[in-house]
């Protein structure tokens, strides 16, 4: 039987073609290979750059986004690595090799400054390139996410869904296990037929040991973490009933980052807020990154 979800995503490549984006494999060194939806042509017009999270690839997480935004600014969308068609033969599993690679990747393709928008993985290997690479990385807009997965907001985080680790919780074997999984990361899951959930996990979840690893180097030691001083300007766009990371640790992170951070959040959305409420997002994001673009000096 012909897989769904990959029948899905070669209409979707098709559409997004159609909108003047086009996928790129760039070499960041041998042996580590990334794979990223660029414009077709290069503008004046400013660099968005969409994270995605742990779960899902770059152009299944953003689909509604890069519809929305090709036609004002240069919108960029990587998989990371062990996620569509990104490898390393590289060991280091860290957020901060994933952030290494992506700004590697952007320089490639001739991007000089951005703005990040990322979503609960994506939004953690995103606090990492602006703390690395702040002369890339103008503004930020993050959802559901944490500067650092410390220990402590780790356990938090899991106790609040059930679950003893991220890699029980993230890596489901089973379409129960991915329906329960789905169902917390959702105010509202949609009723699926079960061969989407099969089709999902044949399609969507290879790399096990890599992302098993991954997992675990993203948890850190509270002793380990210490908050970073971002110069970006830093705009949280949550869904205001994630289960995983809840309004609490948005009010947190807002703190944390300081008086370069703003905050909203949106109702009956949780942690996959893009997906699950695109239309409200995209009309949020759009004012948001407007207004950061405007606070940059770039005006398109």
């Given amino acids: 039987m012909v897989n769904i979800i990959t029948i899905y995503k070669l209409l979707l490549h098709g559409l997004l073609k159609l909108v003047g984006m086009t996928q790129r494999t760039i070499e960041i060194e041998p042996g580590t290979i990334l794979n990223i939806w660029v414009p077709k042509k ?123 680790s991220w890699v029980d919780f993230l890596l489901p074997k089973t379409v129960d296990a991915l329906k329960v999984q789905l169902d917390i990361a959702c105010y509202k899951l949609p009723t699926l037929p079960a061969v989407v959930y099969k089709h999902i996990l044949e399609a969507l979840f290879d790399h096990r040991k890599e992302r098993i690893e991954l997992l675990q180097a993203l948890v850190i030691s509270d002793k380990e973490f210490s908050i970073p001083h971002f110069s970006q300007k830093i705009h949280l766009l949550w869904g205001e009933n994630d289960k995983i990371f809840d309004m609490q640790v948005a009010r947190n992170l807002k703190e944390q980052v300081g008086q370069n951070a703003t905050m909203e959040s949106i109702e009956k959305a949780g942690h996959l807020v893009n997906l699950e409420r695109p239309f409200v997002y995209n009309r949020q994001l759009k004012t948001i990154l407007a207004s950061l673009v405007h606070a940059n000096g770039q005006h398109n």
């Fill in 42 to 164: 290069t503008t004046k017009k400013h660099a968005v750059v969409l994270l995605h999270p742990f779960g899902f690839d770059g152009i299944l997480t953003w689909q509604f986004q890069v519809l929305a935004l090709a036609k004002t600014y240069e919108v960029y969308v990587p998989d990371f690595l062990f996620f569509g068609s990104s490898v390393t033969d590289r060991p280091d599993r860290t957020a901060s090799f994933q952030a290494e690679c992506m700004a590697k990747g952007l320089r490639k393709l001739g991007v000089e400054k951005c703005t990040l928008v990322g979503v609960s993985y994506g939004g953690m290997v995103g606090f990492k390139m602006a703390e690395m690479y702040p002369d890339l990385v103008e503004s930020m807009v993050v959802s559901c996410s944490v500067m650092g997965l410390t220990e402590s907001v780790s356990n938090a985080a899991l106790e609040r869904i059930g679950y003893e």
